[in-house]
């Protein structure tokens, strides 16, 4: 496997999510290594919606015969209705995170297991996450 010594890029996420209003934001993507560990932070740099601040820290390094993935991400809802209801907000986000977790879990294993990661296989395991 090749490493990249740095990497950035931004993505546009429109979000339709049951429950609250359609989200509209655009992240910026840094990832780098150092040594064997991979670290990637995704922050918010525009929210169409002024809906929520967001930023988050991957990090995946070596372990045995696998790897350990840590994610520590912030979500601070601006609107005052996510506020009030910041339970069901909360509820709602852990799911969106669960179903995150899955979809990389899902690529990390079938990379391991010799296929090359593409936009097939995201999508796959997207759909897969979604379970």
């Given at each position: 496997?090749?490493?990249?010594s740095?990497?950035?890029?931004?993505?546009?996420?429109?979000?339709?999510?049951?429950?609250?209003e359609?989200?509209?934001?655009?992240?910026?993507?840094e990832?780098?290594?150092?040594?064997?560990?991979?670290?990637?932070?995704s922050?918010?740099?525009k929210?169409?919606?002024?809906?929520?601040?967001?930023?988050?820290?991957?990090?995946?390094?070596?372990?045995?015969?696998?790897?350990?993935?840590?994610?520590?991400?912030?979500?601070?809802p601006?609107?005052?209705?996510?506020?009030?209801?910041?339970?069901?907000?909360?509820?709602?986000?852990?799911?969106?995170?669960?179903?995150?977790?899955?979809?990389?879990?899902c690529?990390?294993?079938?990379?391991?297991?010799?296929?090359?990661?593409?936009?097939?296989?995201?999508?796959?395991?997207?759909?897969e996450?979604?379970?």
């Amino acid at each position: 496997v090749d490493k990249w010594s740095f990497f950035t890029a931004s993505a546009h996420i429109f979000k339709l999510v049951p429950g609250i209003e359609t989200q509209d934001y655009t992240l910026n993507y840094e990832s780098h290594w150092k040594d064997d560990t991979w670290i990637q932070r995704s922050h918010m740099i525009k929210d169409e919606k002024k809906f929520a601040l967001r930023d988050n820290v991957k990090i995946v390094e070596p372990n045995g015969q696998g790897a350990i993935v840590r994610e520590i991400s912030l979500f601070f809802p601006l609107r005052w209705w996510a506020r009030l209801f910041s339970g069901t907000v909360r509820k709602i986000t852990i799911k969106e995170l669960a179903k995150i977790n899955k979809s990389i879990k899902c690529a990390a294993e079938k990379v391991h297991a010799g296929n090359a990661m593409s936009d097939d296989l995201a999508k796959t395991c997207y759909r897969e996450s979604a379970k």
